[in-house]
């Protein structure tokens, strides 16, 4: 039997001698054990099992203090811009929200999926009535956006079907922020609103991914305004660049100096051989890129002018915007006491008459009137409108079509034009067929006359609605059925196409053309040697279109690689460096791809490895043998 013998002022506790000068953890003073309890190693479970050890260790993580704090910032260094620096909070607290509205706003966009899969991608789709559920949780809605951004910057290859409806969701989030912003805007004094501000707004709605906020574009307009002040002091030492200068000299000596600034030193320029890029109504893309159209360059050079104190004016010239300048002390409306200021043609001053050879005819005085920024905003829209109408019917001018048409009926809630367009571009879209029934009662309410064409799209849509409440189940392609053996590839597979050169992924198949007749007669599909009468692919294209390609036109990718297509989380869970693994709503339409998928591969990417492998070693055996022999 085991005993244990202590000496004097020695105790024994389980066999264990414990001197009583020995201190323990418990012992350590507050600050330290806080800062032994902030270590990187250290996880929120460590910190809950150790504040569970005792009542020492439990106060000294309580809630409001220092340790909690630390691990909050740590897991969520984002949200460190919603808190004062040193502000008292209580981090648990916090830290528990956080984490229950990441596992909510997971499990969400995890069923999204599963409940709006489509075979063929619905170009602009934005889910509708779904994104209500994210108001529903009652959390702070930077939580979400935070949880959001982190299943973004998760492994690039992986959980892109996740990706694909966080990033939509988020893209919704931001853009109702953004809306309320406007509204908020145009509800200001109209001699408060700006026009930078205002651009800001529709460059932020149409790009909510995109870093812009208006400070930074502030701050890049005041390092070229400074620069403007130099190119003064050089040019006249003793120009005050004072606001409101009334001396037509000195506002003068101003505008040269912007014009040598701008379009010499910084060369910014009008964007003539791609004029109708929407990227040229971006008021940070104009920054970043030195390029615009009219109304974009008269805007950033408008708050050039008006931070060096002349006064210029919107003017909302047919087919060309311009700026205004009155040479008048006390103000004018006569046309031809105005010098127009063409920003688009480094900012050449031009009289009325001169400006009428810019578009070759002639027109009225109103049009050489000042605008409001209201105005300016739905000169700006409208041309995205147009770009939008322009586009090739894909994703992105869609969503552009969309995105100006919410910004052009927030600033004129009452167009029944545009009212009409938005609800026939979501009646052909396919989406939110409840909010299309809202706008065709709005539409009859302003305009009666409008009642034909209201009344067919109230008929389709009722029906399109009944339509959802008893969905079709999706079919179902097995290849191992008789008429689909002629099948050779499935989906995942990363494809080139032979004629035209393009890389894809396939995401369906048909075992024959299933497209209408005028569409094989425009596709010429009758000059292939096997016609309509072979299996057809749909393909992800690279370039960020969806085609429809004949089997005999496509061959397995040599060097397989991602493609670069916005709808690739729609269909693939991962892209596994030789395919696209199929996510759960593609693999229960073909149930049988994935396995051939895995075997096509491994045949053909195998086969190489193996063959480029043996050709390593064969190399490598002859420089042995070469170096043995000399």
């Known amino acids: 039997m085991a005993t244990s013998v202590a000496g004097e002022g020695q105790q024994c506790l389980n066999g264990i001698i414990c001197d009583p000068q020995t201190k323990i953890l418990t012992d350590l003073p507050s600050e330290l054990l806080e800062h032994i309890l902030c270590f990187p190693v250290l996880q929120h479970i460590d910190i809950c099992n150790v504040s569970s050890c005792c009542k020492r260790l439990h106060d000294v993580c309580h809630g409001r203090g220092k340790v909690w704090g630390h691990q909050y910032k740590l897991r969520w260094p984002r949200l460190q811009r919603f808190y004062r620096q040193n502000e008292c909070c209580d981090w648990l607290k916090e830290y528990k929200t ?3 509205v990441g596992i909510q706003i997971r499990r969400m966009v995890e069923s999204i999926s599963k409940r709006f899969f489509t075979e063929v991608p619905c170009v602009g789709q934005v889910l509708g009535d779904s994104f209500a559920e994210i108001e529903s949780l009652g959390m702070p809605e930077h939580f979400c956006e935070d949880e959001l951004l982190f299943i973004l910057n998760t492994d690039k290859r992986k959980s892109l079907t996740l990706k694909y409806y966080a990033k939509k969701i988020l893209y919704f989030l931001r853009q109702q922020n953004i809306l309320r912003s406007l509204k908020m805007f145009l509800e200001q004094p109209v001699e408060q609103q700006s026009a930078l501000e205002g651009a800001v707004l529709v460059d932020q709605y149409c790009n909510p991914l995109a870093d812009i906020t208006l ?7 005041d390092e070229i305004t400074e620069k403007v002040k130099k190119m003064l002091r050089i040019k006249n030492p003793s120009h005050p660049t004072l606001r409101n200068a009334q001396d037509f000299d000195l506002q003068r000596q101003v505008v040269c100096a912007i014009n040598s600034v701008l379009y010499e ?5 009008g964007n003539e051989f791609d004029y109708y890029n929407p990227l040229n109504s971006y008021i940070h893309q104009v920054l970043l890129r030195h390029t615009g159209i009219p109304i974009s360059l008269s805007v950033l050079y408008m708050t ?12 909302n010239f047919p087919n060309h915007f311009l700026l205004r300048w009155c040479q008048k002390p006390r103000g004018s409306e006569d046309i031809y006491d105005f010098v127009y200021i063409d920003a688009f043609g480094k900012g050449k001053q031009l009289t009325a008459k001169e400006c009428e050879y810019l578009i070759g005819h002639q027109v009225t005085a109103d049009y050489y009137s000042a605008i409001s920024t209201t105005e300016v905003l739905l000169r700006m829209v409208g041309n995205l409108l147009n770009i939008g109408k322009r586009g090739e019917g894909n994703e992105k001018s869609y969503q552009l079509l969309r995105d100006s048409l919410d910004l052009y009926l927030t600033i004129n809630p009452d167009n029944v034009q545009y009212l009409l367009l938005q609800a026939r571009l979501y009646f052909h879209l396919g989406i939110w067929p409840e909010k299309v029934l809202d706008i065709l009662q709005h539409i009859q309410a302003l305009d009666p006359s409008q009642h034909g064409a209201v009344g067919y799209l109230v008929q389709h849509t009722l029906e399109h609605i009944q339509h959802k409440k008893h969905p079709l189940a ?5 290849r191992s059925t008789p008429e689909h053996l002629e099948v050779q590839y499935s989906v995942g597979l990363i494809m080139k196409h032979k004629r035209s050169g393009y890389n894809c992924v396939i995401y369906g198949w048909d075992p024959k053309c299933t497209m209408s007749q005028e569409w094989i007669t425009t596709m010429r599909v009758h000059q292939l040697s096997n016609g309509a009468n072979q299996p057809f692919y749909n393909v992800l294209v690279q370039d960020g279109t969806c085609r429809y390609a004949a089997q005999e036109n496509l061959e397995p990718h040599s060097a397989p690689l991602e493609i670069g297509h916005p709808e690739v989380g729609r269909y693939f869970s991962e892209f596994a460096d030789t395919h696209y693994v199929a996510n759960e709503e593609l693999q229960a339409r073909y149930p049988e791809d994935t396995r051939e998928t895995l075997g096509t591969v491994q045949k053909l990417y195998h086969r190489l490895t193996t063959s480029g492998d043996q050709d390593q070693t064969l190399a490598s055996d002859q420089n042995t043998h070469q170096a043995m022999t000399m």
């Open 98 to 100: 956080r984490h229950r």
């Open 215 to 221: 400070d930074s574009i502030s701050a890049q307009l």
């Open 265 to 269: 030193q910084l060369q910014y320029k």
């Open 304 to 315: 050039l002018a008006r931070k060096l104190g002349v006064q210029l004016e919107p003017v």
């Open 474 to 478: 999706p079919e179902t392609k097995s």
